[in-house]
């Protein structure tokens, strides 16, 4: 049996987060007799997702640029690196920021397929902002396959650019909803009888959880049996935890960290909360819907993320009242805590169908030259 084509997916770190957890998704529904996938990350640290991936057979490289910013450094390891692995014939990036440093030199070392992949339609505004925006605009420059997780992610990275969107695909039977499943959750979590919010995602300002608190307190002062789970790590968790506290809010608020139930946790939940700044995509936003658990999200996410009747949209100019009202409103809402498979597959996002289509694709070009 000849080996399989290796696949070098480029992205910050293998963390619990959206992109991650599509790539981990993907390569467990593989053939890996055929296709392999290793990871070339930005971080030295262990993470999240490593002890899987060596199971699977993959291999991880590490770079410390993201730790120490020595970008000479990373322009003469990553020469070292193509040099050395030139089995290497697809290159998938993830991450815009240094996309147009990784996949130049992929193409100067005769990397055949370089995916410069846009799971993002926004910018955090801070500081580095006009730097971000310039990589934004390299990241494009040698790749020669151009995909986004949704519409508005490929506009807001490529432009103009011909790009084809690969939908954030999920193992749709590990999100059905189960009666079962629920209850044993909500009584390990002590919340047997609460009505549970629910929350996913990196504590960064992107995923905006002080806002997320700001609704909850409202809801709280509603109704006293409002709980809310926040799921997920970042740089800004003790920021969020202190703001709990002062709103008197730390009985009622479980900081759940990285989790491996995530199908089971929203499953759990009566809602869940989305009021991202941005998001290419939003996949955790189709997962809780796959669970058939109602959305309440920020109505800029890409139009993709509505994939049944689950789902609501409010403005973040709106007031908190206008959040809590739609909250209060998925009490009646017939679909919930149904199977929401038909509308999953329906949609385009079943992870087995995904799955065939790129594995085709690196099959197809992962043998000679793309150009």
Request: proline share 2%.
């Amino acid at each position: 049996m000849s080996e399989p084509i290796r696949v070098l997916h480029a992205l910050q770190r293998m963390e619990a987060a959206g992109v991650q957890t599509l790539l981990m998704n993907l390569y467990r529904k593989i053939d890996r007799e055929k296709v392999q996938f290793d990871f070339l990350v930005h971080y030295t640290q262990p993470q999240f997702f490593d002890d899987e991936i060596e199971r699977l057979g993959g291999r991880i490289y590490r770079l410390s640029v993201r730790e120490d910013y020595n970008f000479l450094k990373y322009y003469k390891e990553l020469n070292i690196f193509f040099e050395n692995h030139q089995e290497y014939k697809i290159v998938h990036g993830h991450m815009h920021t240094l996309g147009g440093i990784y996949l130049h030199i992929a193409k100067k070392h005769g990397v055949s397929v370089r995916i410069a992949h846009s799971h993002t339609n926004g910018t955090q505004k801070d500081a580095k902002m006009l730097i971000k925006m310039v990589m934004n605009h390299l990241y494009a420059k040698d790749a020669n396959v151009l995909f986004a997780c949704s519409e508005a992610a490929g506009r807001y990275m490529f432009g103009d650019k011909k790009f084809e969107v690969i939908n954030n695909a999920i193992i749709t039977d590990d999100f059905t909803f189960s009666e079962e499943k629920r209850n044993v959750k909500r009584e390990e979590l002590g919340i047997k009888n609460n009505f549970v919010v629910g929350s996913v995602g990196r504590f960064e300002i992107q995923k905006n959880q002080k806002f997320t608190v700001n609704v909850f307190e409202k809801l709280k002062s509603d109704r006293a049996d409002a709980i809310l789970l926040l799921i997920g790590s970042g740089s800004m968790v003790d920021d969020i935890k202190k703001i709990v506290e002062e709103k008197g809010l730390k009985d009622s608020v479980l900081f759940l960290g990285n989790r491996r139930d995530i199908a089971e946790l929203y499953q759990a939940m009566d809602v869940f909360l989305m009021p991202s700044l941005f998001e290419g995509l939003g996949i955790v936003g189709v997962e809780a819907q796959a669970a058939g658990t109602p959305v309440v999200c920020t109505d800029t996410l890409p139009k993709e993320i509505s994939v049944s009747p689950l789902i609501t949209r409010v403005s973040l100019n709106a007031p908190i009242e206008e959040w809590v009202n739609e909250i209060q409103k998925t009490v009646d809402n017939p679909e919930k805590h149904q199977n929401m498979k038909k509308c999953i597959i329906d949609a385009n996002y079943d992870m087995d169908t995904m799955a065939e289509k790129l594995q085709n694709f690196y099959l197809k070009f992962g043998g000679f030259n793309y150009e």
